[in-house]
T-cell receptor
């Protein structure tokens, strides 16, 4: 079993839709949870960073962590064509190593 | 603020050849990472440096991969000899200090092994 599972998609939505991206994990020691956005032929860039459980909001983006279910989510409200990218979840425990999901490819259609 | 620089951006080699990648992290960042990202997968950590010391190289195939970070700034990653399965994007990232600060990624080097 992989440390982090993420549906690879692809996911295609109309502009303005609410997008939900999810990851599950198996290691209960994970405490740091991140979402990265990766445009084609670019390096990943950090979108959201959450420590332990709870919600965090930043503009149109909301990250949720449910440690009891070992499940994290990223919601994108009012999606825009510029949001079209691959979204990677990542998490780590106190051993300082990041574990990435495989990424979900998102296309927002104008 | 300049970002993480990597070169070359693209490299095509034949199997059994050697190749080297270069990374220049953001100025002042003590921690540097090399990741391998195979098509359709997430990045996998190969090696992590703290200044010029290795923190984690548990997933580095040491029989063919080597990396160094002289003087705690620039870093090079080498593959010798390359195998077909080494075809991937090699990403370099840096953070101010330690893993739990934000990691900033470079654009990557896309390696194709024929």
């Amino acid at each position: 079993q992989k440390e982090v599972e993420q549906d690879p998609g692809p996911l295609s939505v109309p502009e303005g839709a609410i997008v939900s991206l999810n990851c599950t994990y198996s290691n209960s020691a994970f405490q740091y949870f991140m979402w990265y956005r990766q445009y084609s032929r670019k390096g990943p860039e950090l979108l959201m960073y959450t420590y332990s459980s709870g919600n965090k909001e930043d503009g149109r983006f909301t990250a949720q962590v449910d440690k009891s279910s070992k499940y994290i989510s990223l919601f994108i409200r009012d999606s825009q064509p510029s949001d079209s990218a691959t979204y990677l979840c990542a998490m780590s425990a106190t051993d300082n190593q990041f574990y990435f999901g495989t990424g979900t490819s998102l296309t927002v259609i104008p | 603020e300049a970002g993480v620089a990597q070169s070359p951006r693209y490299k095509i080699i034949e199997k059994r050849q050697s190749v080297a990648f270069w990374c220049n992290p953001i100025s002042g960042h003590a921690t540097l990472y090399w990741y391998q990202q195979i098509l359709g997968q997430g990045p996998k950590l190969l090696i992590q440096f703290q200044n010029n010391g290795v923190v984690d190289d548990s997933q580095l195939p040491k029989d063919r991969f080597s990396a160094e970070r002289l003087k705690g700034v620039d870093s090079t990653l080498k593959i010798q000899p390359a195998k077909l399965e080494d075809s991937a994007v090699y990403l370099c990232a840096s953070s101010f200090y330690g893993t739990h600060n934000e990691q900033f990624f470079g654009p990557g080097t896309r390696l194709t092994v024929l």
